[in-house]
């Protein structure tokens, strides 16, 4: 037996149970899970935002852990190893959006933790395509807050078209924006921070940025035209309002990379079209997606500030999570040495 933490029901409560170590199927792995992001998105699973969510549901999309058994038909993965597991809960492989190379959107994909029961249990299963390799260097906790925010921002980052040199702005310095600062900055852009309050300048410098705009205190649109344009803008935020407000600080052939789920904004067709500049989201990624994120901040020194809690107080740490206070993501811990920490 094992300890889990499920939802019994749609906008239920996180209750603690037990249950049976589940079975590997073919093409799937069992992992003994030692850490768990707690992410916004969990939401979705405790409010039963999405349809046809099966309940009882083990939420957890930001699992770190070590294979414990593999099953039939798994050729690349073996116990022992220590692996992620993120919202991509893998992929078919034939589908017409995987013969496209769009692995995100296959037709077939499920989402960690609510298509399947993620990472707030101490052992799950997950299809192995939906696996990335965590590097010595991260211990769990370390390693679990990159399989969703770290992804997120490093992949939206990489993929943005920007190149080293060129301004790039990040809108909003939370659980996600605290990231991308650190990627963006090693990723060797001109990094420019973007939030409400002059209180959090410091932190923002000390992650790489090399100026800070308070939103409160001046038009970050402005600011932002001052220093040439932004090639590339990440709104980490969730407010709609926030990120019409930076749209007008693009440079000529500049994105709006949009990775907060808000769930609308205004924009200025205008704007866009006398500079080509667009407006654009980003998926987090696929597994190796992920494992590329784990060796980048591996290698670069890129990490989560993180706030732990036992399994056992899942709820008190989606409470957290949700309040915004955290500083600032939220991780499950299973009550087990690091493996490969220090
Ligand atoms: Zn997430
Ligand atoms: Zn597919």
């Given at each position: 037996m094992m300890r889990a933490v499920q939802v019994a029901r749609a906008k239920g409560s996180f209750e603690v149970v037990e249950r049976p170590i589940?079975?590997?199927?073919?093409?799937?792995?069992?992992?003994?899970?030692?850490?768990?992001?707690?992410?916004?998105?969990?939401?979705?699973?405790?409010?039963?935002?999405?349809?046809n969510i099966a309940y009882p549901r083990v939420?957890?999309?930001?699992?770190?852990?070590?294979?414990?058994?593999?099953g039939a038909d798994v050729a690349d993965w073996k116990t022992g190893q220590r692996v992620g597991v993120g919202w991509h809960g893998g992929y078919c492989g034939h589908c017409d959006a995987c013969r496209r190379g769009n692995f995100f959107a296959c037709q077939t994909g499920q989402i960690t933790?609510?298509?399947?029961?993620?990472?707030?249990?101490?052992?799950?299963?997950?299809?192995?395509?939906?696996?990335?390799?965590?590097?010595?260097?991260?211990?769990p906790v370390e390693a679990a807050p990159l399989m969703c925010a770290?992804?997120?921002?490093?992949?939206a980052l990489r993929n943005s078209g920007a190149r080293p040199g060129e301004t790039v702005a990040i809108l909003g310095l939370g659980g996600l924006g605290h990231l991308a600062v650190q990627y963006a900055a090693k990723?060797?852009?001109k990094v420019v921070g973007i939030a409400r309050g002059k209180d959090k300048e410091p932190l923002a410098k000390k992650?790489?940025?090399?100026?800070?705009?308070?939103?409160?205190?001046a038009n970050p649109a402005d600011e932002l035209l001052k220093l040439g344009g932004a090639k590339v803008i990440l709104a980490t935020v969730t407010a709609g309002e926030a990120m019409s407000a930076v749209e007008g600080g693009l440079a000529v052939n500049g994105t709006l990379l949009v990775v907060g789920a808000a769930p609308s904004m205004q924009v200025s067709p205008l704007w866009l079209l006398t500079g080509c500049r667009s407006v654009k989201g980003w998926y987090s990624g696929t597994s190796i997606d992920s494992q590329d994120t784990l060796a980048f901040s591996a290698g670069t020194g890129v990490r989560s500030m993180n706030e732990t809690f036992p399994l056992e107080k899942a709820a008190e740490a989606y409470e957290r999570m949700m309040s915004g206070k955290a500083r600032f993501r939220v991780v499950l811990t299973m009550g087990e040495v690091a493996a490969g920490g220090d």
């Open positions: 589940p079975q590997t199927g073919a093409g799937m792995a069992r992992i003994k899970v030692q850490a768990c992001g707690v992410c916004h998105s969990d939401s979705v699973v405790k409010e039963g935002l999405f349809p939420p957890g999309h930001e699992v770190a852990g070590v294979i414990d058994a593999v933790g609510l298509s399947f029961d993620g990472g707030y249990q101490q052992y799950m299963i997950a299809p192995a395509s939906a696996l990335a390799m965590i590097p010595e260097q991260l211990p770290g992804v997120t921002t490093f992949n990723m060797g852009f992650l790489g940025a090399k100026i800070y705009i308070d939103s409160e205190a």
